[in-house]
């Protein structure tokens, strides 16, 4: 059940319905364009799968987002309402906001392996990598022992569709990327210098240099580092999003 405050106060009524654990990151995902249950819960890989229905059916009665039988397919999909959709701003300064001051304090306790690399993709999908075949092979150390298994991922790149694996698929790598899982998300999110990283033995990457180019160019690694974070208020939202926005 969502904090009632027993007040008119505008704030009291928003916090009501988007402070609640799990619910901004829940949001976070459904604007980038995750729709199904099972792309939701990726995006939030801690969060247990009972309390992710529950959330969602909390979300839905509050007028945050649809559940809708999804077309031709089995199952539903979930997409923002009006009032889900004009929540982007707010979400994109929660970013700024951690970035500028919490993301620099994360610790062992924040290491999500899982999180990580579908953030990774969720990054290269719709931004120009059609038409681009790559995989990148990624071994990770120092992962908590709850990801022991998952120490190793594939990231598919085939015409604008980017599959991940932590099995061996046996295609043939482009690139390998060998590194400390912390110091790795720092390099990704611009916290962190990738030379300094290489030079310290954290990150360790091999293969060919248009794919290592590739590598950096889609994820903005840059020299300086510069910290940056995924925005939604840019970015347009798939057509049956707007076709539901439009409807609701």
């Not at 482009?174 to 999110?189: G, N, P, Q, S, Y």
């Not at 954290?202 to 510069?226: C, K, T």
């Amino acid at each position: 059940m969502a904090t009632r405050y027993g007040s008119f106060c505008p704030v009291a009524k928003a916090a009501e319905v988007i402070t609640g654990r799990w619910t901004p990151l829940i949001l976070y995902e459904l604007m980038r364009g995750s729709e199904r249950f099972s792309d939701i819960q990726n995006g939030v890989p801690l969060m247990a799968r009972s309390l992710l229905a529950r959330r969602l059916r909390e979300m839905e009665q509050d007028g945050l987002i649809l559940r809708i039988r999804a077309e031709g397919q089995r199952g539903h999909v979930y997409r923002l309402t009006p009032a889900g959709d004009a929540l982007r701003p707010l979400i994109d300064l929660l970013g700024y906001w951690g970035t500028d001051w919490r993301v620099p304090y994360i610790d062992a306790e924040d290491r999500n392996v899982t999180h990580l690399m579908w953030s990774m993709r969720n990054a290269l999908l719709g931004d120009g990598s059609r038409g681009c075949d790559m995989v990148f092979h990624f071994r990770f150390r120092n992962v908590p022992s709850r990801d022991h298994k998952l120490r190793q991922w594939w990231m598919i790149l085939r015409d604008g569709e980017v599959d991940l694996c932590y099995t061996d698929m046996g295609f043939e790598v482009d690139l390998t990327i060998d590194a400390d899982l912390l110091e790795f998300f720092r390099v990704v999110h611009g916290l962190k210098s990738l030379r300094q990283a290489r030079r310290a033995g954290e990150v360790e990457i091999s293969g060919s240099g248009d794919a290592l180019d590739y590598f950096m160019e889609r994820f903005g690694i840059a020299e300086p580092p510069q910290p940056h974070f995924a925005t939604v208020s840019d970015l347009v939202p798939p057509e049956s999003v707007r076709t539901t926005i439009q409807a609701a």
